[in-house]
C-alpha cells in the first residue's frame, strides 16, 4: 500500500490567549517528509504508523507533521500556511491508496472553531471521495459530525495518560486494506453530550470504567470500534464537551445503539468526574502526613497549571505553599521561566543569587516569588522520556538548572527554558534527582504524570488553585457553546433519542 502521512496537532486552551497571546508558526515542531521518520522507536502516533508500515511493507510517504505544546487559538495564517502546505504534499503524492493522519480533535483556528474537519475536508478536495481518509485522535478532543463526514475512520486512544497512542497509529495503517477490500465498511455515530469534565484519569472509576465497556462492546459483533471522548472544558467553541464515537461495518443503527447505551452511563454517572478540589496548602499538609505514615515519595500534582493543557507553567500558588510548609526532602519540578534559567546559567554552579521566580504570565496563576537560591546543577533540557507514553522520544527544555532554597541541600526547584508538563522521573534524573529518595515530589501535571510515576509513588495528591486547567471548570464562562452545559448549568439535559 501506498500511504500519504501526516498532521497538525494542537489542544487549544481559548482562555490562554490572554495569558500570553494567540500561538504561531514559531510555536510549532513542523517536521516535513523524511524528518517525520524522526519519530521512529517513539511510543506516539506517528510511531505507531511507522512501525506499521514498517511491518507490513507499505510505502508511507511523509508529508508534513506539525504539532504545538497545548497552547492559545492558532493564528489564521500559521494554520493556513501549514494546512496548504500538507494539502499540496498531498495532492503531489498522488496517487495513494489512503491518508492517514495524526490530529487531536480540540483544534481552533482564529475563525476556524473545528480545525480537523477543516483540515479533512481540505484534503479530501483533493484525494475524492474513493480514497480512505483515517485520522487518530485524542481523548480530549470535541469530536464533530462535520469531522465524521469528511473521515471515513476516526480513532481515538482509549487511556488517559494516553499509553496507546502508539497502538492506535498502527491500527491507522492496518485499517486501510480493510477498507479498501470492503471487509469493513465504516458506519459511524458521533453522540454529544453536553459535559464539561474536569480532567479524568481512566486508571480508576469512574473513567476507567466507561472505558472498559467500550472495549466490551467492541468485541459484540459488527462493533468496529467504541471509544468515549472526554472533550476539552478550557475552550469556548459552541461543540464544547464529552462525546461517545461508534463505528460500525454498515450498521448506523448499531452505531447508534451502542453510542448511546455508553453515553447513558456517562451521564446518569457525571457526579463522580467532579473531583475533590484541594487548596495547594491542605494538598501539601496530606502529603507530609501520607510521607510521615507510609514513607515516600508521595506525589503533589500542580493540575491548575498544567502546561498540557494550555496553562503558563510559571504560576507560584503551589511552589509558594511549598516553601511556606518547607517540608524536608522535596523537590518540584519544574518552572517555565527562561529568564531565571539564563539567569543561573551565567552564574554557574555553586552561586547564590536572587531571583523573581515565576508568575510572568498573569495574576491568575500567582504573583512571581522572590527567592535566594543556590544554584546546584546546570543542564541543556535534553533526554530521553521512558514513560510508556512517550518512551524513545527526546525531550528539549532548553537551557535548566537545579535551584535550592534554604541554602545547599535545601527545597530543590528545577527551572526550565520550554513550557511543558512533567511525564516521567527522566527530567529530575537530568539534575542528579533521584525521586525515590524524596518524601515530596511536586510536579506540573493533571494526569499524564501518571503513566510515569504511579508505580513508585506512595500516594497521588492533587492540589488545586486558580489557573487554566483547574479542576473547577465551572469556573470558565462557556457563552458560546450551542446549548446548556453540566456543571455549569442546572438546564443542561441528556436523554437518549
Avoid at 175 to 181: G, N, Q, R, T, Y
Wanted: include cysteine; proline fraction near 6%.
Amino acid at each position: 500500500m501506498r500511504i500519504a502521512i501526516g498532521g497538525i496537532v494542537h489542544e487549544t486552551n481559548t482562555y490562554a490567549v490572554e495569558s500570553f497571546g494567540m500561538t504561531g508558526l514559531d510555536s510549532f515542531d513542523v517536521r516535513r517528509g523524511n524528518e517525520i521518520h524522526g519519530y521512529a522507536g517513539t511510543r506516539t502516533f506517528v510511531g505507531g504508523m511507522l512501525a506499521a508500515g514498517d511491518a507490513n511493507g507499505d510505502e508511507l510517504v511523509p508529508v508534513l507533521h506539525a504539532s504545538a505544546q497545548p497552547s492559545g487559538t492558532v493564528e489564521a495564517s500559521a494554520y493556513q500556511q501549514m494546512r496548504d502546505e500538507l494539502v499540496e504534499g498531498i495532492s503531489a503524492a498522488l496517487p495513494v491508496d489512503a491518508v492517514v493522519l495524526d490530529t487531536h480533535g480540540a483544534g481552533i483556528v482564529d475563525g476556524i472553531d473545528d480545525l480537523e474537519a477543516d483540515l479533512g475536508a481540505a484534503i479530501r478536495l483533493v484525494i475524492g471521495a474513493d480514497v480512505p481518509l483515517i485520522t487518530t485522535l485524542d481523548l480530549h478532543g470535541s469530536i464533530t459530525n462535520e469531522m465524521n463526514e469528511v473521515f471515513d475512520l476516526m480513532l481515538g486512544v482509549y487511556d488517559y495518560p494516553h499509553v496507546d497512542m502508539f497502538e492506535r497509529g498502527v491500527e491507522a495503517i492496518d485499517a486501510v486494506p480493510k477498507l479498501l477490500l470492503g471487509d469493513w465498511k465504516p458506519t459511524t455515530h458521533v453522540e454529544r453530550l453536553p459535559l464539561l469534565l474536569p480532567t479524568a484519569t481512566t486508571d480508576i472509576a469512574p473513567a476507567g470504567d466507561i472505558r472498559q465497556m467500550c472495549l466490551d462492546f467492541q468485541e459484540e459483533p459488527g462493533v468496529l470500534r467504541c471509544a468515549f471522548f472526554h472533550g476539552f472544558p478550557f475552550t469556548d467553541i459552541p461543540q464544547a464537551g464529552a462525546s461517545v464515537v461508534v463505528t460500525t461495518h454498515d450498521d448506523p443503527a448499531l452505531a447508534r445503539s451502542v453510542a448511546q447505551q455508553i453515553a447513558s452511563q456517562v451521564w446518569g454517572r457525571r457526579e463522580e468526574f467532579r473531583l475533590e478540589s484541594l487548596s495547594p496548602e491542605i494538598a501539601i499538609s496530606q502529603a507530609v502526613r501520607v510521607a510521615s505514615d507510609q514513607g515516600g515519595p508521595v506525589v503533589v500534582n500542580d493540575t491548575a497549571d498544567n502546561p498540557g493543557g494550555g496553562s503558563p507553567g510559571d504560576a507560584t500558588h503551589v511552589l509558594r505553599a511549598l516553601i511556606e510548609a518547607a517540608p524536608e526532602r522535596t523537590c518540584f519540578g519544574f518552572v517555565y521561566d527562561p529568564a531565571v534559567a539564563k539567569q543561573a546559567t551565567k552564574a554557574g554552579p555553586g552561586a547564590t543569587i536572587s531571583v523573581s521566580l515565576g508568575g510572568k504570565h498573569d495574576e491568575l496563576h500567582g504573583a512571581p516569588l522572590k527567592l535566594d537560591v543556590y544554584v546546584k546543577t546546570l543542564s541543556d533540557g535534553r533526554f530521553v522520556y521512558t514513560s510508556p507514553m512517550l518512551a524513545g522520544l527526546v525531550a528539549r527544555y532548553g537551557p535548566m538548572a537545579r535551584l535550592q532554597v534554604g541554602g545547599r541541600g535545601g527545597l530543590d526547584i528545577l527551572v526550565g527554558s520550554e513550557r511543558s508538563q512533567v511525564f516521567d522521573e527522566e527530567v529530575f534524573a537530568l539534575h542528579g534527582i533521584d525521586v525515590r529518595d524524596y518524601d515530596l515530589v511536586v510536579l506540573k501535571s493533571s494526569q499524564h504524570f501518571r503513566a510515569g510515576f504511579s508505580e513508585l509513588a506512595t500516594e497521588i495528591i492533587a492540589a488545586d488553585s486558580p489557573g487554566l486547567t483547574t479542576l473547577r471548570v465551572e469556573n470558565f464562562e462557556h457563552p458560546r457553546v450551542d446549548g446548556p452545559r453540566w456543571p455549569t448549568d442546572a438546564a443542561a439535559d441528556w436523554s437518549v433519542t
